[in-house]
């Protein structure tokens, strides 16, 4: 597969125009960390916006940055890192699960939609997303938002891109929304007998007023920091006095849930950076990985379906709202997830698995029709030919 590598957005576009004219196919990716993701996609040619890097502007002040979409991932937590700001998404470091040596560019980050573990309360990454420039399928430059949240009229392009896998256009500038860094961050860690009673744990921890800002269930054995067993862990974030305070009451309300340790803010950072990088899942390199979205209360019968159909390992978040689930990449290991997710009234996300599998079994759910029919729409208009990353998310 021949790599296309266009040093300004200018040449980017005028790659796109060639393939248009052309109707050659084109594979859509930053530093391919995530090319292992979702279906294999049937281009002979890949575009690549590895050389399009920099942060273009940054207002502390306004808590918003600015960087063009190869840019890697750490260099703006860098940046940002300098004035005590961060993305407020936590979007996960995927590069170990799909044996990346590079890490994630900002507009893969921005569409894959990734997100972590304080999703549950700042919301997804393309909520946060102020604005973009970006190529359609037909080599024209648009851009959509400005610099702050109240700046749509009409299609609101910047939440269309955002999690289309590059199948709608080409993202090659970013703006982001950004937030302080907390000064302090605690950790409540309660052992629990099971799914069942971990959730109860997550969901009172969520329910409480002491502002959580991650939820999630170690299972199977793979907890980092020393933890065992199947652990409920409640997150918050903010001054070193009001973190001290909030999570002595919040051990308080939840005492009788089962045994619990406080993590100091070291311990948490290192716990949590795991929890996002879904690593407590323990896959080894040949297993299948999904991600089921379901409401947090039907995560207990997700588990007992998956664990009865094969052997499953887990690790919930979001509360139990999402669901990371890894085992033998088979087509009935597939369909119980599936199964699962159904059950659930939820979504299911073949993340990784073998081309062999990822070619002939559904990776995302059938869209609705209504909602399917307005996608067709959408992308006629934006990629008429179907020139951008073909397969990658349907067959």
Same mark, same amino acid.
């Given at each position: 597969m021949s790599l296309l590598l266009p040093e300004t957005e200018e040449a980017l576009a005028a790659e796109i125009a060639r393939a248009h004219a052309a109707r050659e196919p084109l594979g859509i990716e930053g530093r391919g960390t995530k090319r292992a993701m979702l279906r294999p996609v049937q281009a002979a040619r890949t575009l690549s916006t590895r050389n399009l890097t920099g942060i273009t502007l940054y207002r502390p002040t306004e808590l918003m940055i600015r960087a063009r979409a190869g840019t890697p991932i750490?260099?703006?937590?860098?940046?940002?890192?300098?004035?005590?700001?961060?993305?407020?998404?936590?979007?996960p470091d995927l590069s170990a699960m799909f044996g990346a040596s590079e890490a994630a560019t900002l507009g893969g980050v921005v569409s894959t939609n990734l997100s972590g573990p304080r999703r549950i309360m700042w919301g997804a990454m393309r909520d946060h997303v102020l604005g973009i420039r970006a190529v359609t399928g037909e080599g024209e430059v648009f851009r959509s938002g400005g610099r702050v949240l109240k700046n749509v009229t009409?299609?609101?392009?910047?939440?269309?891109?955002?999690?289309?896998?590059?199948?709608?256009?080409?993202?090659?500038?970013?703006?982001?929304?950004?937030?302080?860094?907390?000064?302090?961050?605690?950790?409540?860690?309660?052992?629990?007998?099971?799914?069942?009673?971990?959730? $109860? +744990?997550?969901? @009172?921890?969520?329910?409480?007023?002491?502002?959580?800002?991650?939820?999630? &269930? =170690?299972?199977? *054995?793979?907890?980092?920091?020393?933890?065992?067993?199947?652990?409920?862990?409640a997150r918050i974030e903010d001054f070193r006095e009001s973190v001290t305070y909030r999570m002595g009451k919040l051990r308080e309300e939840l005492a009788e849930l089962g045994e619990a340790t406080l993590l100091d803010t070291a311990a948490s950072h290192s716990l949590w950076r795991a929890v996002r990088d879904a690593?407590?899942?323990?896959?080894?390199?040949?297993?299948?990985?999904?991600?089921?979205?379901?409401?947090?209360? $039907? +995560?207990?019968? @997700?588990?007992?379906?998956?664990?009865?159909?094969?052997?499953?390992?887990? &690790? =919930?978040?979001? *509360?139990?709202?999402?669901?990371?689930?890894?085992?033998p990449a088979t087509e009935h290991a597939h369909g119980a997830v599936m199964q699962a997710a159904a059950g659930g009234r939820g979504s299911f996300t073949l993340f990784r698995a073998p081309a062999s599998l990822a070619a002939t079994v559904p990776v995302l759910p059938e869209e609705p029709p209504p909602l399917a029919a307005i996608a067709r729409r959408v992308k006629a208009t934006l990629d008429p030919h179907g020139l951008l990353n073909p397969g990658r998310m349907r067959a």
């Open positions: 750490p260099e703006i937590e860098a940046a940002l890192a300098e004035n005590n700001q961060q993305i407020i998404a936590e979007p009409g299609l609101d392009l910047c939440k269309l891109l955002t999690g289309a896998h590059g199948t709608l256009g080409v993202l090659t500038e970013v703006t982001l929304k950004v937030l302080p860094r907390a000064e302090a961050t605690g950790t409540l860690a309660i052992r629990v007998p099971d799914a069942a009673r971990g959730v $109860a +744990a997550l969901s @009172a921890a969520l329910g409480s007023p002491y502002g959580v800002s991650g939820a999630a &269930l =170690l299972m199977d *054995g793979h907890a980092p920091m020393g933890l065992t067993g199947t652990v409920a862990l690593e407590p899942l323990g896959a080894t390199p040949d297993e299948a990985i999904w991600r089921i979205s379901v409401a947090p209360s $039907a +995560a207990p019968r @997700a588990v007992i379906a998956l664990r009865a159909a094969f052997d499953a390992k887990l &690790l =919930l978040d979001w *509360g139990g709202g999402l669901i990371w689930v890894a085992g």
